[in-house]
């Protein structure tokens, strides 16, 4: 066979390996587009003619209640002359219904909402002005339309900001378009800016420039010293040894510096990691999946945290056990680090600069820093995919490696597996590797005229090829079996029935813009991954963005944030870096390929194109964050050290870049070194303790704040806030007296401030308290819900129902919120089916909620149908066992209703005896329904004594109202007649009694204190 030219050769070489990644690229990107294009898969592309619209409410960080509510949209629009033909296009996330001028004229369903609907509506147009509303459902995100007319192939009226809508009964606004960003919400204190932080800081960062500049002086000095002694390749083994010892001592110095200063349960959702190894170290068996929110996680760390645990005699439930797990973090970092470093001697053999930058980037990235010092499995995955990685880059090095060393890559990989699902992707490009450099060296004895050979090399490379898939499978594969046989899939993440998939996280869906836009992370890098996937990423790389999982400012990680803001700024730095290494590391590969770099940029390609995936296919379970994605930080780390030493030599380059990439390093380092013995790492721990309720553990915290300073005002307000929890309400007014006239703008301490003032009585002072404190900060949902509250107690009907829906613009699967708009269109406005509207609301977000259905009941009661109010009532009996409200209504139902289908008076004595049970026989209320369910039961003799014990029960209580109803009943008792109330009749009376107690129980007058308490 003729040999190819030299210059074909290097042709082939060069462009085979890029058509390759192009065909790769454009490979993935179709089938993500494809992918998004399912009707399970929340992505609303973009189509001609409208906008995808929504109702502006701001995206909290907090889990939401899966639960159905809709949006209404409406708009007027002119028609000056009708068109020859109207089309309606409609598409609603998940189902809409339309109408036109009142009149309906479509529904989408729930499956095919990614299909548009067409419908002709030229016959339902009008000159003039018309009107248009659509009210579209969804229960895992919120509600969203696209929407068009189109006349005579123009469009007539489209989806855009014009639109009106109200989510969940709201107040009315105007819709915001899907793919804007979101508002900033008005709490009060806004987000720290970069030119407030850069202020506050200036000297810092002066300081840690001059100590960078320092510090890369010293390196070159040491570099020339080295070359000087002939030293001319990378780090030798002794030097390595140093490096790394350096490295773990410094990760081991931050760990025990910050033990104290890092309160127990933070951290991304620790409390349920801390659950799970919990219930293995008590229990000593797998828990089920839908046990807790990360029972459904592979179980390696979880084991080996309760195996820890165990071995020192502690639990998760003591501080010590939580600072044995976090020293765990800190051993597993500094293991990951020199398994970086190991990697970066491979890769970068004699250049001993390279390997000292992707170092400091290993050691400087943020998200290392932060992610580390959490108890969270993430740490141990991540190790683990270092630790293959390295393993993996010397099976590549070698001709013919060793069983021993495919087998230890084979047990990492499966641990990997059996620590997080994520280890997925890192086994495909690692497998991938293998298999590749096994066919290139089969390819090459082939081209080279021995065949034998290179089938015996293809056999011997299957086998072992195998091997490793085997003992990965038998390591961690025996989990996901697991869970296939118990759940029938593998990954019961998405098992409907779990308890993880009870709630939904905003935004919920995702648009174009959602995937591509990169805007706030420098302006306001704080949740501003809520708006955008870069956004997200960069601002959880660089920095711990979402306050280690808390989403409240109060209760976040005690970091120094306006160094972290400052330091998204010094990020670019890094971000420059790894930019400029990766095109080099992607043209070297293309014009030189290598198993090497092809399993870097392999390993992060494919976790790009998974974290996209995931995030395109669930933004209801979790927003996108950067530490899904530290299985390749070995790559990124390497990439970084290429960018940092584009060539050799670049004294220039290193010169402007080194103390750069120093200074960044310095910053991040001190970012998340807490500043002792402070009153903000003081209150970091209270405020933690005072979120999980551990009240006794926070005050010696917050008095120790006290001492250090007394005049501040977050320490006055956590210990208002303790005062009022502990209902030391007139000790807790003083205490918060106090931190509001240190800082006004604290909304949180105005908050329990107003609460306080309620609770003894100053109920004016409390409202107008409130209400200044809302003007201020318009976004407090939490001051919506008190004040409408309040008001419907004091019969404030209009001033509550402003209130609530309101709040319902912040909070619309708050409850109470529901509960009062249904109060008030019941009582006040007459309105049973709006009323009813927003009961159904608060019934699907809690089925539960006792006060919703008590307000279901008498609804019911109303509209003549009292075995539906029976039903309604007996299932607040089982929330609330200790309230006789529910008891007593139903019996008096049960006992005088003319239906007979419903009329029980067995059931009707029951619940009348635990009504007077409860009121310990002194409520006339309850003793009359048990009066009546006595003559229903023909018990007319008990009857009558227990009348006049409702007599004399009345007279004491100042019924006198009453007396005459009861006297009433007595008559015809002694007449031995039940009494029997038609459902007509029970109808009417309900509706004239709106004002007052609408069923027979004197607690049901007094929605307010209904509303007060959630059972």
């Known amino acids: 066979m003729a040999r190819q030219p030299a210059t074909e050769t290097t042709f082939l070489r060069a462009w085979l390996p890029a058509l390759f990644a192009l065909l790769g690229i454009a490979a993935s990107g179709a089938a993500l587009a494809w992918f998004a294009r399912g009707p399970d898969v929340p992505f609303l592309a973009g189509h001609r003619g409208a906008q995808w619209i929504l109702y502006p409410q701001p995206d909290w960080y907090i889990g939401h209640r899966i639960a159905e509510l809709d949006t209404q949209f409406r708009r007027t ?15 609603a996330f998940r189902r809409g219904r339309v109408r036109i001028n009142d009149r309906p004229v479509a529904e989408s369903g729930q499956q095919g909402w990614k299909q548009s609907i067409r419908r002709d509506v030229t016959r339902l147009l009008r000159p003039g002005e018309n009107s248009i509303s659509v009210i579209v459902a969804n229960d895992a995100a919120p509600p969203v339309l696209w929407l068009v007319i189109w006349a005579d192939g123009q469009p007539l009226v489209a989806t855009d900001r014009h639109w009106e809508a109200s989510y969940a009964g709201a107040v009315w606004q105007f819709a915001r378009p899907a793919s804007a960003q979101v508002a900033e919400t008005r709490m009060g204190k806004p987000f720290p800016h970069w030119s407030d932080a850069l202020r506050a800081k200036k000297a810092t960062l002066q300081i840690n420039a001059l100590l960078a500049v320092g510090l890369w002086v010293v390196i070159e000095v040491w570099l020339w010293l080295r070359k000087r002694r002939g030293q001319l390749g990378g780090l030798t083994s002794r030097e390595t040894i140093v490096v790394a010892s350096f490295a773990t001592l410094a990760w081991f110095a931050l760990a025990i510096h910050n033990r104290a200063w890092i309160a127990p349960d933070t951290g991304f959702d620790a409390f349920w990691h801390k659950q799970y190894i919990d219930y293995l170290q008590q229990l000593h068996r797998l828990p089920p999946a839908d046990y807790g929110a990360e029972m459904h996680q592979p179980p390696l760390y979880y084991l080996l945290g309760a195996t820890v645990l165990t071995l020192t005699r502690q639990s998760v439930a003591s501080d010590m056990g939580v600072t044995i797990l976090r020293f765990l973090s800190a051993t597993l970092a500094a293991t990951h680090v ?109 081209s080279g005229n021995r065949g034998d050979l290179a089938s015996n090399t293809l056999i011997d490379a299957s086998f072992k090829l195998a091997a490793v898939v085997a003992v990965m499978l038998i390591v ?45 992370a ?62 080099l590391a992607t043209v070297g590969w293309i014009l030189r390929p290598n198993a090497s770099w092809f399993l870097l940029l392999s390993l992060l390609a494919l976790m790009a194109i998974a974290l996209s995936y995931e995030n395109i296919r669930h933004p209801h379970l979790t927003v996108a964050k950067a530490w899904y994605g530290l299985p390749a930080s070995v790559a990124l780390c390497a990439l970084g050290a290429w960018g940092a030493i584009p060539w050799q030599p670049s004294r220039w380059w290193a010169m402007f870049v080194g103390p750069l990439l120093l ?71 003083d205490v918060l007296r106090r931190a509001v006239q240190l800082d006004p703008a604290d909304t949180i301490a105005r908050f329990y401030y107003a609460n306080a003032l309620k609770h003894v009585g100053e109920h004016k002072k409390a409202t107008e308290e409130l209400r200044n404190l809302l003007r201020e900060a318009p976004d407090f949902g939490d001051a919506y819900v008190s004040l409408a ?126 009504a007077c049970m409860l009121t310990v026989n002194r409520s006339a209320t309850c003793l009359r329904t048990l009066a009546a369910a006595q003559a229903a039961a023909e018990q007319f003799d008990k009857a009558v004594k227990t009348i006049d014990q409702a007599i004399r029960a009345a007279r004491l209580s100042g019924e006198h109202s009453l007396i005459d109803t009861l006297e009433g009943d007595r008559r015809s008792y002694r007449a031995r007649r039940p009494l029997t109330i038609s459902a007509a009749d029970a109808a009417l009376s309900a509706a004239q009694r709106r004002n007052g107690p609408p069923l027979p129980s004197k607690g049901v007058a007094q929605p307010a204190g209904d509303l007060k308490a959630r059972d």
């Open 789 to 914: 509250v309040w008001q419907l107690g004091e019969k404030r009907f209009s001033d509550a129902l402003q209130a609530a829906r309101e709040g319902l613009r912040l909070k619309p699967r708050q409850v109470e919120l529901h509960v009062v708009a249904a109060e008030v269109y019941f009582q006040h406005e007459q309105r049973i089916d709006i009323a009813q509207r927003y009961v159904n609301y608060a019934l699907r977000i809690d089925a539960k909620y006792a006060p919703a259905l008590k307000l279901a009941a008498r609804i019911a009661q109303t509209q003549g149908q009292p075995g539906n109010a029976v039903a309604y009532l007996e299932r607040a009996m089982t929330q609330t066992p200790h309230r006789p409200e529910p008891f007593n209504s139903a019996a008096w139902i049960l006992a005088t209703t003319a239906d007979k289908s419903v009329r029980n008076p067995k059931r009707a004595l029951q619940y009348a005896q635990r």
């Open 77 to 91: 629009f002119y028609v000056d002359s009708l068109p020859k033909k109207a089309v309606l296009e409609l598409r």
């Open 522 to 583: 420098l302006e306001r890098p704080y949740f501003s991954g809520l708006d955008s996937f870069p956004d997200a990423i960069f601002t959880t790389c660089w920095g711990d963005a979402r306050y280690g999982g808390s989403g409240r400012r109060t209760v976040r990680p005690p970091w120094d944030y306006e160094l972290m803001t400052l330091g998204y700024f010094l990020a670019l730095i890094p971000c420059s870096v790894i930019t400029i290494g990766a095109l």
């Open 338 to 446: 020199v398994f970086i470093l190991l990697s970066l001697r491979l890769l970068f053999p004699d250049h001993v600069r390279r390997q000292l930058a992707g170092l400091v980037l290993a050691i400087g990235l943020p998200v290392h820093l932060f992610i580390f010092q959490y108890i969270t499995n993430e740490t141990l995955v991540t190790t683990l995919s270092s630790a293959s990685i390295y393993l993996t880059l010397r099976i590549v090095s070698v001709p013919r490696p060793s069983w021993k060393l495919l087998l230890t890559l084979a047990v990492c990989l499966g641990a990997a597996l059996l620590t997080k699902l994520t280890a997925v992707v890192l086994v495909v490009a690692v497998l991938c590797t293998l298999a590749g450099v096994q066919l290139h060296k089969a390819w090459c004895n082939h």
């Open 663 to 733: 200074l960044w390093a310095l910053t991040a380092w001190q970012t998340f070194w807490v500043d002792a013995n402070t009153p903000e790492a003081y209150l970091s721990v209270a405020g933690k303790h005072v979120q999980r309720k551990r009240y006794q553990r926070a005050l010696p915290v917050l008095q120790r704040v006290l001492e250090i300073d007394n005049r501040n005002a977050a320490a006055y307000r956590l210990l208002g806030i303790v005062m009022v929890e502990r209902s030391q309400h007139k000790q807790a007014i």
């Open 476 to 520: 961690g594969g025996w989990h996901y079996a697991r869970m296939y046989y118990n759940y029938g899939t593998p990954f019961p993440r998405q098992v409907e029935h779990l308890g993880s998939s009870s709630t939904w996280v905003a935004p919920g869906y995702h648009t174009l813009a959602h995937l591509t836009n990169f805007h706030r």
